[in-house]
């Protein structure tokens, strides 16, 4: 039998090329290798950790399902679910929040990076967003998570739950283990040396954006003094975010590109650049707007899914709360 794999995303606005370098492109080499039983769910509980309004949430879950399927991920392949359809996952969240000292959490980096970021709003769900990733990921004994490196502290933390409750309770976790994604770290097209965001549109590039806004930001984007093509972060950190935008979405090396592009200058590297990206982003846009035109079959999709990763779930808390001494 298969190894599961298990990721997820927050739907928290629209996806930029990080996200889709970081999760969905990898998430469908992952699904085509034939070598995982994937499971790809919609991180709408995690998500409430920031500011939103309801409304917008309902439109934010059905465009990232859009996203999701407009990428390659394919319903006979994978298992498509929202987190929230399913309440092991919160349940076993709150078992585990029993088993996690406090200092465990209190040293999780992206919490203290969260709470900087977002002042006005600090709330006990950004402190137990460990417990729930750990939660989300042992409701189905997944064997595999895909994660990038600010992601390790998570995982870790979770395999360090699992063996704790297998060693008070019994053997019934699997320790997860990484598949660390080769995603490079994409910076702001306007700053080099800020990482891209959404609450920076001008320096982002979104998977939504149209021919004229793809070629108008790349071309106003940052470059270094000189006008070498060359791959340095230390001395040219904007022309080589662009070079590892470049590689990312053509699947060239940027040794590749560096001879490529040897003795031309910014302008003619970023047209080419801008013309790549327009070709594959179109590719996407295509795909998202069909899918769009038939939204009733992207929620059955959801719900098929959801239900499908419910029987895995249900299953695991059942015998979780036996191991516990609960009734059930």
Known sequence: MKPLLIS???????????????????????????????????????????????????????????????????????????????????????????????GELERMTQFKDKVRRQKENVNAGLFTYPTLMAADILIYKAEFVPVGEDQLQHLELTRTLARRFNNRFGKTFPEPQALLTQVPRLMSLSDPHKKMSKSEPNGCLFLDDPPKSIETKIKRAVTDSGKEIVFDPIHKPAISNLLLIYSAMSDEPVETLKEKFRNKGYAEFKKALAILLIERLSIFQKRKKSFAKTISDVKEILEVGSHKAAVHANKTLAEVKKKLGLFY
């Open 8 to 102: 997820g995303i927050q739907p928290t606005g629209k996806l930029h090329i990080g996200n889709y370098l970081g999760m969905l492109k990898n998430a469908v080499e992952l699904q085509n290798s034939g070598k995982y039983h994937c499971f790809y769910f919609i991180a709408d509980y995690h998500s409430l950790t920031e500011d939103f309004s309801p409304k917008e949430k309902t439109g934010q879950i059905l465009d990232l399902a859009l996203d999701f399927l407009a990428a390659g991920m394919d319903p006979k392949k994978s298992t498509i679910f929202i987190q929230s359809a399913i309440s092991s996952h919160a349940e076993l969240a709150l078992i585990l929040n029993a088993l996690t000292p406090m």
